[in-house]
């Protein structure tokens, strides 16, 4: 027989489940409407773009790490990076509107070398390095 108390945690951990679903559709459809790319280097910001304006951004750092991030056609992936693993250069192409098919979402990450390439919607506030 369920008490007032088994009722009580049942209703806050549905609450709580209801708050993480609302969460995660909210940053899936900011980034569904993204427009521009900000590239983290070591947790900071080091450039941002736009997706309809072509160029590369080349993060080169101290200790020789490199990457190339390409903007084309609406779309960014990173082009080219000195870490080992590669696994950031295999993600691909990122663009708005497939998102949700990522494993990795709005963001390129290359861990060895502390790059996180992250779109988002102009306008909207800075998303979290």
């Known amino acids: 027989m369920l008490r007032r108390a088994d009722g009580l945690v049942i209703a806050v951990l549905l609450a709580a489940a209801l708050l993480a679903w609302a969460g995660v559709s909210?940053?899936?459809?900011?980034?569904?409407?993204?427009?521009?790319?900000?590239?983290?280097?070591?947790?900071?910001?080091?450039?941002?773009?736009r997706l309809d304006?072509?160029?590369?951004?080349?993060?080169?750092?101290?200790?020789?790490?490199?990457?190339e991030i390409e903007i084309a056609d609406g779309r960014v992936r990173m082009k080219a990076?000195?870490?080992?693993?590669?696994l950031c250069v295999e993600q691909g192409w990122m663009e708005p509107g497939k998102?949700?098919?990522r494993s990795m979402g709005a963001h390129i990450v290359?861990?060895?070398?502390?790059?996180d390439v992250q779109l988002f919607?102009?306008?909207?506030?800075?998303?979290?390095a």
């Open 26 to 49: 909210i940053l899936k459809t900011r980034a569904e409407r993204a427009d521009c790319v900000r590239v983290y280097v070591g947790g900071k910001p080091f450039a941002e773009a």
């Open 53 to 67: 304006e072509a160029r590369t951004i080349v993060a080169e750092q101290e200790n020789g790490c490199r990457n």
């Open 81 to 86: 990076s000195t870490c080992q693993n590669q």
């Open 99 to 101: 998102v949700s098919k």
């Open 110 to 115: 290359c861990l060895p070398n502390a790059v």
């Open 121 to 128: 919607a102009s306008g909207a506030d800075a998303p979290d």
